[in-house]
């Protein structure tokens, strides 16, 4: 069976790729060993948020009385209800991308591929007992949950994000080994639900390389729920009652009903059969050029194999211009510009630069910021309420990064995305026109700050 190309992975970058391939004229095969959404559609991004919106409801019930609302009987929730819906919109949205994909005539093979080798030009592929032949290649194999060697933990019955997705029952208290965005997602989540919820970071402060300022306003809201941070923390054992603890030279105990390990993702190179190609490795990923393209002139590599941005949307914007390459369009992949949402209650987004990248690599800069109050909308649906909306600006005044916190920053970090990719300077920024009243405005209020 001989085609133009073949992508191994299913997920956004490999649905998207098939999609992009098969309408640009290329025969496609797309492989999935397991199901059509990859991680992001399965057990991550669109799961997870479905449980977060739930859990967003439940704190706005709670709080009816701040807006002059009154409910005729005590607000209640059903964690089974809440799992079954979460399973339902996860269901949908598998069945309608492969629907999708195969509507521009992709073939899908739901089958383990494996690359051979290479011969006269062409590469050869086994999957479910039958041989493929293809020109171009494009790997799309996604991550795996880091588990990291913990003493007790192999005897632990702990969970990563896929356990904690499906359990039905809340357990009393929870311990999140990790502070990254996943981390904090479910710690959003979970002390929404009422669970006692401790958070152990090895780093400074949460959520990685995020903009430090608007993550520590973060940080503070969730301590002032009742959520513990323990920062500059190593855990050193694991066990099914919790989670021991080193700090400044100290050590103690974190007593939990339940340990989610959630310290990572790596990029998933076994298996495939790369090293068949001598593909070439970087940093723990496959090395790309700005065309997505390998050291090997046929085979391109998108998503989280790469180790480079692992967000469902860099994977989709990569297949794109591996697509393109392949095409011959004219495209290539631009990472300032991607940005990165922590779907917490409120949400945090940034885009671009942060100053703490700036401050490491000695590159002058400056910024213009407000609280978010600064927005009528704002105030009028988030009462009492805390947030901001953060500009970086290079000498030049052009707009080099974005950080936000407060609802709804993820809807709102493309505007500023957009102003970054374009190279938008403050003066060309401030003619765009927001309606009024909206949440958007607070961008054109920081302009002029």
């Known amino acids: 069976m001989k085609y133009d190309i073949a992508i191994i992975g299913g997920g956004p970058a490999g649905y998207t790729a098939a999609e992009r391939a098969a309408a640009g004229g290329l025969k496609t095969v797309l492989f999935e060993k397991k199901t059509i959404g990859g991680v992001c559609l399965n057990e991550g991004c669109i799961p997870t948020k479905t449980l977060l919106y739930s859990a967003k409801l439940w704190d706005s019930m709670k709080g009816t009385s701040k807006y002059g609302i009154s409910l005729p009987d005590a607000p209640a929730f059903d964690m089974e209800k809440i799992i079954g819906r979460k399973d339902k919109v996860v269901k949908m949205l598998t069945g309608g991308v492969k629907m999708t994909v195969t509507s521009y005539g992709t073939a899908v093979v739901e089958q383990e591929a494996v690359i051979e080798g290479e011969e006269n030009g062409l590469f050869r592929i086994s999957a479910g007992g039958e041989r493929y032949e293809v020109t171009y290649l494009l790997i799309c194999t996604g991550s795996d949950t880091v588990i990291p060697p913990i003493p007790g933990l192999a005897e632990t019955d702990y969970w990563t994000s896929k356990e904690a997705l499906e359990s ?14 996943i981390g904090m997602e479910f710690a959003s989540f979970f002390n929404s639900m009422g669970v006692k919820v401790s958070v152990i970071e090895m780093m400074p402060e949460i959520l990685g390389a995020m903009d430090k300022e608007t993550s520590g306003m973060l940080r503070s809201d969730y301590l002032k729920r009742g959520v513990d941070f323990y920062l500059n923390t190593k855990v050193t054992a694991v066990s099914n009652t919790g989670v021991t603890i080193e700090r400044e030279g100290k050590t103690s105990r974190i007593e939990a009903e339940k340990t989610l390990i ?188």
Do not use: W
């Not at 390459?325 to 949402?341: A, F, K, Q, S, T």
């Not at 401030?430 to 961008?443: A, D, L, M, N, R």
């Open 168 to 181: 039905k029952v809340l357990p009393r208290s929870l311990a999140i080994v990790g502070g990254g965005v």
């Open 262 to 449: 959630s310290v990572g993702r790596k990029a998933n190179l076994g298996q495939v059969g790369l090293d068949r190609l001598n593909i070439e490795l970087l940093h723990n990923g496959v090395k790309v050029d700005e065309h997505m393209l390998t050291s090997h002139p046929g085979v391109y590599a998108c998503g989280d194999i790469t180790g480079r941005s692992m967000l469902a949307h860099t994977a989709i914007r990569e297949s794109e211009v591996a697509i393109n390459h392949i095409l011959n369009v004219e495209d290539r992949m631009n990472y300032d510009c991607v940005p990165g949402v922590v779907y917490t209650n409120p949400e945090v987004a940034g885009v671009g630069k942060t100053e703490e990248e700036l401050k490491a690599a000695g590159v002058s800069y400056h910024v213009q910021k407000l609280p978010m109050v600064y927005s009528g909308r704002f105030v009028a649906e988030n009462e009492g309420a805390n947030g901001l909306c953060k500009l970086i600006l290079d000498d030049g005044d052009h707009i080099i990064g974005c950080h936000l916190l407060g609802n709804p920053a993820s809807e709102l970090i493309v505007i500023a995305g957009i102003a970054v990719q374009h190279g938008y300077t403050v003066e060309e920024f401030q003619k765009s026109v927001f309606p009024h009243p909206t949440v958007g405005e607070i961008f054109h209020e920081t302009l002029f700050a």
